[in-house]
Nanobody
Framework: QVQLVESGGGLVQAGGSLRLSCAAS????????MGWFRQAPGKERQFVAA????????YYAESVKGRFTISRENAEKKVYLQMISLKPEDTATYYC????????????????????WGQGTQVTVSS
């Protein structure tokens, strides 16, 4: 059973920064692309960012391009989401997820592309 544990969320003022971390228990972590999604109250879960298994390619939702950066450290089995210039509309619960397929290189932006999910970490941006 793969476990993903997010951390790093919190309350921040608009314009501030946060760095989310996701630690995986998966022995095959380095074979899978990883993604970040978010869900605000009353809204559907939405794609935020993804990174291929090697870390060579990254993909972002238009709403976060230029402000968020996804990265990974395969030796530590961790994936990160650096967020700067945060806006109130970024307020949501953020989830990391593991792509279902191994060695993926495409943009995996749908929830169905992922098979394991963390429990989420809350990010609140005040205006």
């Amino acid at each position: 059973q793969v476990q993903l544990v997010e951390s790093g969320g919190g309350l921040v003022q608009a314009g501030g920064s946060l760095r989310l971390s996701c630690a995986a228990s998966d022995g095959f972590f380095s074979r899978h692309a990883m993604g970040w999604f978010r869900q605000a109250p009353g809204k559907e879960r939405q794609f935020v960012a993804a990174i291929t298994w090697s870390g060579d390619n990254t993909y972002y939702a238009e709403s976060v391009k230029g402000r968020f950066t996804i990265s990974r450290e395969n030796a530590e089995k961790k994936v990160y989401l650096q967020m700067i210039s945060l806006k109130p509309e970024d307020t949501a619960t953020y989830y990391c997820a593991r792509e279902r397929l191994e060695w993926g290189t495409r943009k995996a932006s749908k929830s169905d592309d992922y098979d394991y999910w963390g429990q989420g970490t809350q990010v609140t941006v005040s205006s």
